[in-house]
């Protein structure tokens, strides 16, 4: 189970990184710098809410598997409940760590992105 909830990490970190580099492929010039840094955005929401998904999903996996495991070792030995709580609660803030990671990932690539200024002068046109 283990191999497989690395493929999907490291597929959605691919999924991640590759909508990152499609959205920094598009280079224009002059009046379409604007329309250019509209595109990265859109690209960027859709790769933060896919990675963000994909984190999710997981990480409930991961902590349901966890959780599932204390409880039948509590149940065998249930003189050993305050080991096994302890260390559950340590791995399960671990799982939570690598979600929150990608969250703080998926809000870097929406609002840290170098064509803010082209974007904010887009929509001052607009309105």
Same mark, same amino acid.
């Given at each position: 189970? *283990?191999?497989k ?7 959605? @970190? *691919? %999924?991640? $990184? @590759?909508?990152g580099?499609v959205?920094?492929? !598009? =280079?224009a010039?002059?009046?379409?710098? /604007? &329309?250019?840094? #509209?595109?990265?955005f859109t690209v960027?929401?859709? !790769?933060a809410? *896919?990675?963000?998904a994909?984190? /999710? *999903?997981?990480?409930? #996996?991961?902590?349901g ?13 249930? =003189? ?7 260390? $559950? $609660?340590?791995? #399960?803030?671990m %799982? ?6 990608? $969250?703080?990932? !998926? #809000?870097?690539?929406?609002? !840290?992105?170098?064509?803010?200024? @082209? &974007? /904010? =002068?887009?929509?001052?046109?607009? %309105?």
């Amino acid at each position: 189970m *283990f191999k497989k909830l690395s493929f999907s990490t490291l597929g959605s @970190a *691919f %999924v991640l $990184l @590759a909508f990152g580099t499609v959205a920094y492929a !598009a =280079e224009a010039g002059g009046g379409e710098l /604007a &329309i250019a840094g #509209l595109r990265y955005f859109t690209v960027s929401v859709f !790769a933060a809410g *896919f990675g963000i998904a994909i984190a /999710a *999903f997981g990480g409930s #996996l991961g902590q349901g598997m966890a959780i599932k495991n204390a409880v039948e070792g509590i149940a065998r030995n249930p =003189e050993s409940s305050g080991k096994v709580t302890v260390t $559950l $609660l340590i791995g #399960l803030a671990m %799982v939570e760590s690598l979600v929150i990671y990608t $969250l703080v990932i !998926a #809000l870097i690539m929406i609002y !840290a992105h170098p064509q803010s200024a @082209a &974007i /904010a =002068e887009l929509f001052a046109k607009v %309105v």
